[in-house]
């Protein structure tokens, strides 16, 4: 079955760039996602990358994808301590039959 | 425009018995999905439904079901809480599968 990994912990100072890894199993993923959840509250979705894409940039967001090593990245540029939450990738196929799934997310740190 | 509302905030029930979770998509979303999210886990797939069918379901037991009305809202049920279901629930709304948008959960604790 499909799976997603994560490192669990990430910590950096205030105003240096964050990069958050992933890789995933299942070679039919078609969209990749990164998700944001602050403590006690649910998922906001940041960003999502097709799988035809190599990079997305979105303000501050980066997203790289390695199609071939299946691995994916988020790059928090000027990182600030209201970046400081839980970071969670997921994916699914184009096919419309799977559901989302999630790594177990990285908890990003920023120190002032 | 209001996001993915959901209801209630938390809940503390006990085990055996049965709790009902309700969600409001964001405007325009058609497809509900359900999500459980345990501590220090990223969130598992419960079951997702489309045009007030269940479409897809995750690896849960039937004590799990579900709903979905006219207007796409949905309630979550489950039976015979056990301790084990104790967690986060997360509804999200989407038109389709993709950009799937959540809301801030329903908080269950079981005693």
């Known amino acids: 079955g499909e799976d997603v990994e994560q490192s669990l912990f990430l910590s950096v100072r205030e105003g240096d760039s964050s990069v958050i890894n992933c890789t995933y199993t299942?070679?039919?993923?078609?969209?990749l996602y990164w998700y944001k959840q602050e403590p006690g509250a649910g998922l906001q979705l940041l960003t999502y990358i097709f799988s035809n894409m190599d990079m997305k940039q979105d303000q501050r967001l980066t997203v790289l994808l390695n199609k071939k090593d299946k691995h994916l990245s988020l790059r928090i540029a000027d990182t600030q301590t209201g970046d400081s939450a839980i970071y969670f990738c997921a994916e699914t196929d184009d096919s419309g039959n799977t559901p989302l799934v999630f790594g177990k997310g990285t908890r990003l740190s920023v120190i002032a | 425009d209001a996001g993915v509302t959901q209801s209630p905030t938390h809940l503390i029930k006990t085990r055996g018995q049965q709790v009902t979770l309700r969600c409001s998509p964001k405007s325009g979303h058609d497809t509900v999905s359900w999500y459980q999210q345990a501590l220090g886990q990223g969130p598992q797939f419960i079951f997702q439904y489309y045009e007030e069918e269940e479409r897809q379901r995750g690896n849960f037991p039937d004590r799990f079901s579900g709903h979905q009305f006219p207007n796409y809202s949905s309630e979550l049920n489950v039976n015979a809480l056990l301790l084990g279901d104790s967690a986060l629930y997360l509804c999200a709304s989407s038109p389709g599968l993709r950009e799937q948008y959540f809301g801030p959960g329903t908080r269950l604790t079981v005693t």
């Open positions: 299942d070679s039919s993923s078609t969209y």
